[in-house]
């Protein structure tokens, strides 16, 4: 491995948890090379640091260690975020690949069968409507693999799976991801409001909308754009619960996937606003998973999603 510049604080001093073993061979440690590749999958010291829980000094110091021991340069920050060097474009090939063979020793090795864990990812506007579904599907159907989930909108679950944090992921697909999917269905799109709530004549359409522009927010003010009907984002939240609170109070209308509006949220009756488009939706999985053994739980899985009953109108 070729590599950058010398840094001249690449000494490493023996010493109590040192990774310098008698013969020499410096060990990396894998929690270092965790950060880094979430801060490269994430773009930001800042939300590797909500990933794992820590600190952004933590963060900071995880990085410098491991330069340290590298005797390189592996990250320029920027305005834009963070860039990688030659070096650390390298040593990110690398550490993708020794997670990969670390996670796999642990979740198959020891003399003893051991439960495997699997790690699940799911949107956040889903949680309310199928969370309790698949835990009730994976107690039927057993196996050796504890399961644990993390919601979280389909951009971040993509980089999770990347990055080798989920092994699993149920997401909206663009046609990027699409190849490479387990399973694919169409879900669709619909405008929600508050019962009472009335959009008068003339008035410009009021969105509950994401800060981050989830695709249901995108794929709404499309179709206002297409249809030359003004609109003005009247809330913004990153937080699931709050978007529907407040369209529930009637401060406008939010864009959801009809298998999970719940009450006391209801269908805009045909006809008011422009009809909103289907969107794709789509399992992913880690590329070094062995989707085979897993196959039961994925299928109950798409189970879950495709087959949530929608809530008429």
């Not at 809330?235 to 369209?247: I, K, N, S």
């Not at 298998?259 to 789509?282: C, K, R, Y």
Request: aromatic residues 6%; contains cysteine; negative net charge.
């Amino acid at each position: 491995m070729r590599k950058g510049r010398q840094r001249n604080d690449d000494v490493i001093e023996t010493e109590a948890g040192s990774e310098t073993t008698p013969t020499g061979i410096t060990n990396i440690p894998t929690d270092l090379l965790r950060t880094f590749v979430a801060i490269c999958e994430l773009g930001s010291f800042t939300k590797a640091a909500h990933l794992f829980d820590l600190t952004q000094p933590a963060v900071s110091a995880h990085m410098r260690r491991l330069e340290s021991m590298i005797g390189a340069d592996l990250i320029e920050k920027s305005l834009s975020g963070v860039t990688l060097t030659e070096c650390g474009a390298e040593v990110l090939r690398y550490a993708r690949r020794m997670l990969t063979i670390n996670d796999q020793i642990v979740s198959g090795g020891g003399l003893q069968a051991q439960e495997q864990v699997v790690r699940l990812g799911i949107p956040n506007l889903y949680a309310p409507t199928v969370l309790a579904r698949i835990l009730r599907e994976r107690a039927a159907i057993g196996g050796e693999y504890r399961l644990q989930v993390r919601c979280d909108h389909s951009r971040g679950l993509l980089r999770s799976v990347r990055s080798g944090y989920l092994e699993i992921a149920v997401m909206f697909a663009s046609e990027t991801e699409l190849d490479h999917a387990l399973a694919t269905w169409a879900e669709d799109l619909v405008w929600v409001k508050a019962p009472d709530f009335v959009l008068k004549p003339g008035d410009p359409v009021p969105l509950v909308s994401s800060p981050n522009l989830l695709l249901p927010d995108r794929a709404g003010m499309a179709v206002l754009e297409e249809a030359g009907r003004r609109y003005e984002i009247v809330f913004t939240a990153f937080d699931t619960l709050a978007r529907r609170a407040a369209a529930a109070a009637g401060l406008g209308y939010f864009a959801l996937p009809r298998s999970v509006v719940t009450p006391p949220l209801v269908i805009e009756e045909p006809g008011v606003l422009p009809d909103l488009p289907q969107v794709t939706m789509a399992i992913i999985a880690r590329d070094d998973l062995d989707t085979t053994a897993l196959a039961p739980l994925i299928a109950r899985i798409e189970s879950v999603f495709t087959h949530s009953p929608p809530l008429s109108p």
